[in-house]
């Protein structure tokens, strides 16, 4: 392993960190976006300075690239010459060299995990970490059978685990059917801690416990239907992934291991996993917003838990482009539409189209049919810091608005102790309000929630209120329905707006425990 700096990541005094959870870009030269690097690694030009060569890398070799004009940095045991991308980074040249001639993946885990840095880099790729030869075991031990399966000498990433706390699987079979146990030895486990993918027979399992993540990865021995069943015993913490066979004959074993198969690891080291979804609609809810409606794959289980987001991912002009988005409901109450597509199978999104952006007029581009590939869900946000909440506040700006939708549709569906849920929606326009008339209708159908709208830039017909966030809008919005109310605020939308708000928050003496900023 090698060394890591031990400053903090990124710098305290830098742009790029930022209270609300966040990440603020610094100004880029002219000619640096990010469409100008992808013209300059299709250019021909070595970027490595290696002459096309890869090489093994030792450590001291690394230690000495570690200045902005000659910058090598190791993620994930690959080695890439950065100082052409210098000028390129969003987060600024500074944060890049607190990686320099170093180890830079725990810092890159922390800020850029969901970045497909293997697709953004590869014409900066220098060669691998060479790795010291393994002392040599004396293992006689013969093949075992676990769980009714042969381990694979080539197994990689998969930990051993002797702590009885650590999850731990079985299987068993019936004339039709398989069913693969977890036991997390958890209580906090629901359908939503748990993604299920089946493709090709091979079986991937991943159940989030707190901060960690265990996988089950198999390549199971026999076909299967492509349609399966999850169930979760909350109470003690078991899983069940239930698979019908495609021959009614007796299992031997259950499969081969694949990578990372029965670990249990810290979430974020562990890859994020995408799978294609199928665009199924998309309809306009504003001048430059639209609705867009993704099916599943029908041997995929997956539910974003409330508050979490997930990354979409396209190929632009021969590089994958990465952008996270937070699900949203089909609208903020069932039956203001109709027909309502099965639950679980579909997921939603409020995505705003930036003409001049990268990713976005992609992904309007797209036909009805096509693919866009899904992430698994991200986040930090938990429900268990709703319970006993009488006063919930949302702020939000913009496309800000999109975590605040199933924080709403859960407070008013699921939060006994609720008393009133406000929101307050800051736009520039009245065109901008996403789903003003909806939220104007659950407004009037249940008498606890109340929406306040603040436009930037109204029009001379405007009489609602006006401005930016501001001590004397958020003092007169924050009333609380009873003198020491339990209350919890959430704020989302751009990152100053962000910024700006928890700061004032804080002004108004409201503790950081009572507070949680989405990340836009």
């Not at 952006?357 to 810091?385: A, M």
């Not at 736009?427 to 209708?441: A, G, H």
């Amino acid at each position: 392993m090698l060394n890591v700096p031990s400053q903090a990541f990124p710098a305290p005094g830098s742009q790029q960190r930022v209270a609300s959870q966040g990440r603020s870009k610094v100004p880029l030269k002219q000619g640096r976006s990010l469409m100008d690097w992808i013209r300059l690694t299709r250019s021909g030009k070595d970027l490595t300075g290696q002459k096309g060569r890869l090489i093994d890398v030792t450590e001291d070799e690394l230690k000495t690239h570690n200045k902005k004009d000659d910058c090598w940095i190791c993620i994930r045991g690959l080695v890439y010459n950065v100082s052409p991308y210098m000028e390129y980074h969003p987060g600024g040249e500074d944060e890049l060299m607190r990686a320099a001639g170093a180890d830079g993946t725990d810092l890159f885990n922390e800020v850029h995990r969901w970045v497909n840095y293997e697709s953004m880099l590869k014409e900066c790729l220098v060669g691998r970490m060479a790795t010291k030869p393994a002392a040599p075991k004396d293992c006689k031990e013969g093949k075992r059978v676990l769980n009714g399966m042969y381990p694979k000498s080539q197994v990689t990433d998969t930990l051993p685990r002797e702590d009885p706390s650590s999850p731990s699987y079985d299987w068993f079979q019936t004339e039709s059917s398989v069913t693969i146990v977890i036991y997390t030895k958890r209580k906090n486990i629901n359908l939503a801690s748990v993604m299920v993918d089946l493709q090709d027979d091979s079986l991937r399992a991943e159940v989030v416990i707190n901060d960690h993540s265990y996988l089950i990865h198999i390549e199971l021995s026999h076909e299967v239907q492509e349609n399966f069943s999850v169930r979760v015993i909350e109470n003690v913490g078991k899983v069940d992934v239930i698979l019908q066979k495609r021959e009614n004959i007796p299992w031997k074993c259950l499969g081969q291991p694949l990578e990372k198969h029965d670990s249990f690891i810290p979430k974020k080291d562990a890859g994020l996993y995408y799978r294609k979804c199928q665009l199924i609609s998309k309809e306009d809810v504003t001048h430059d917003t639209r609705l867009f409606c993704l099916m599943l794959p029908p041997s995929t289980h997956l539910q974003v838990p409330v508050g979490h987001h997930v990354y979409l991912k396209l190929s632009v002009t021969g590089a994958e482009i990465v952008k996270p988005y937070t699900p949203v409901s089909e609208s903020l109450l069932s039956d203001f539409k109709e027909p309502v597509l099965p639950p679980n199978k579909y997921i939603y999104f409020l995505i705003k189209i930036y003409p001049d952006g990268l990713f976005t007029p992609e992904l309007d581009r797209l036909q009805i049919g096509d693919f866009v590939s899904v992430s698994s869900p991200e986040g930090n946000f938990k429900l268990s810091r709703l319970q006993e909440v009488e006063d919930l506040f949302l702020l939000a700006a913009g496309t800000g608005f999109t975590p605040m939708v199933n924080v709403l549709n859960y407070s008013l569906t699921h939060m006994s102790s609720l008393r009133k849920v406000k929101l307050m929606f800051f736009n520039k326009t009245e065109d901008d309000i996403i789903w003003r008339c909806q939220l104007e209708k659950l407004a009037f159908k249940d008498k606890r929630f109340d929406i306040e709208f603040v436009l930037s830039a109204p029009s001379s017909e405007w009489n609602g209120k006006r401005g930016h966030v501001s001590p004397a809008l958020l003092s007169e919005f924050l009333q609380r329905s009873l003198e020491n109310s339990r209350v919890f605020l959430c704020i989302c939308g751009p990152t100053p707006f962000t910024d700006e708000g928890i700061r004032l928050l804080h002004d108004l003496n409201f503790d950081t425990e009572e507070i949680h900023g989405f990340t836009a």
